[in-house]
């Protein structure tokens, strides 16, 4: 398992039981998880890395700059879920890549891919933050590597640097620029000062490029996630099919060009 996931291009792979992931997890999301998977034992974790090698300027968060993380977990997943099936005759083994019903950061810090940040993110040791998670959940009773929650060092700079003060004892969304960025429709008074003052188009990084923990990486990103152009002033005045048309295969085109153009014209407004 640990070796197709690395040929797949993981830096961190583990395996927990799902049964020590019921109590994060809601009726709902637990029975969308059985019933995906009937006999569901255990989740596979792995993360796939991405960063800011090669990035010198730009609007968009790093996740942002190169292909869909989405599509491209799906294509480096699909062939170990078929190599896994062939190798545990009789097991299902299901892809999440992205909106799975786990409690993603938490299972794969169990699973021992990496540190629990204040930041919210899983902190590998290979990679930093900058990873993609991705899951297989299974039937097969497949050993697990679990060790325990490890925190990050908690130095408290993701805390110091965030805009919105959006980091407390958790993430609160409506405060954080990842989230607002992505909002559509006309955002009110507080939230388009935030944008301007995260001078970001799409996403913001800034809990990340702070974190010390994030500054020892030995593996860089996979080239899918090496960055493509940004869209330009121009592009923004597509329509809205024209730009998903235009950017299809691209991470921030799945909410259309609106919210983009919002932000664009609130970074172009006089302070
Ligand atoms: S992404 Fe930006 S706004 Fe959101 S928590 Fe991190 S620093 Fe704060
Ligand atoms: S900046 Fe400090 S507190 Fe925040 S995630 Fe990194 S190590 Fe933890």
Known sequence: ????????GACAVGCVAVSRL???????????????????KRLICAAFP???EHITSGKLSLYARGADYHQVLRERLAPVAEALSRQYPGC???????????P????????????????????TEKAGSFVFLGFLATDAELPETVGEIVPCMGCGACQKACPGGALGETLDQSRCLSAITQMRGDLNAEQAALVKQGGML???????????????????ALPEFLPQPDPTEQDLQLSDRQFRKTFAGRAFTWRGVQPLRRNSEILKEES
């Open 1 to 8: 398992m640990e070796k197709l996931l690395e040929q797949a």
């Open 22 to 40: 019921r109590e994060c997890m809601s009726d709902e999301a637990w029975l969308r998880a059985a019933q995906t998977t009937p006999g569901l």
């Open 50 to 52: 991405y960063g800011p």
């Open 92 to 102: 299902r083994f299901d892809f999440y890549a992205d909106v799975s019903p786990f």
């Open 104 to 123: 993603e950061v938490y299972a794969a810090a169990l699973a021992g891919l990496g540190k629990l940040g204040q930041n919210g993110l899983l902190i």
């Open 202 to 220: 799409w996403g913001c990084d800034r809990c990340q490029l702070v974190c010390p923990e994030n500054q020892h990486r030995t593996v860089f």
